[in-house]
């Protein structure tokens, strides 16, 4: 098995998705077994064609293999319509109750033509930074 790193990315049919991950230590409060983490995404069209991100799913799991299923409309409230060229970016955040797990999933997508495809969101890690293991 390849181990998910705090970053990935994946292309389909012409739909660049790149995640970062990082751990906030601020917001986590271990002893409650509140491990927090951000996650930027940026979309990139590398394609000739718009595409429109209707919605999205998520499959999260944490170290004690408990996964959890994510769907819903769009991103941050947004069904972002991202033209050839261009990118949109957001970030998000993810809770656990261990101090690391992983994120993967798809975006549903709809091209002007009405023609829908899943985008990838490659596996990424959620892990303490080195200095806190």
């Not at 990315?9 to 983490?37: C, H, M, N």
């Not at 959890?68 to 656990?96: A, H, M, N, W």
């Amino acid at each position: 098995m390849i181990r998910p790193t705090t970053s990935s990315s994946a292309i389909t049919d012409g739909i660049r998705v790149t995640v970062t991950s990082r751990y906030i230590p601020e917001q986590s409060v271990p002893r409650l077994k509140r491990f927090v983490w951000a996650y930027t995404i940026r979309i990139t069209n590398e394609s000739q064609v718009p595409a429109k991100l209707v919605s999205r799913h998520w499959v999260i799991v944490d170290a004690a293999d408990k996964t959890e299923e994510v769907r819903g409309p769009g991103v941050v409230g947004e069904q972002p319509r991202i033209e050839p060229g261009k990118s949109f970016q957001y970030t998000s955040g993810c809770v656990l109750q261990t101090s690391r797990g992983t994120m993967r999933g798809e975006y549903q997508m709809l091209r002007d033509d009405g023609s829908q495809f899943d985008a990838e969101i490659a596996a990424f890690a959620l892990e303490l930074p080195v200095s806190l293991n």
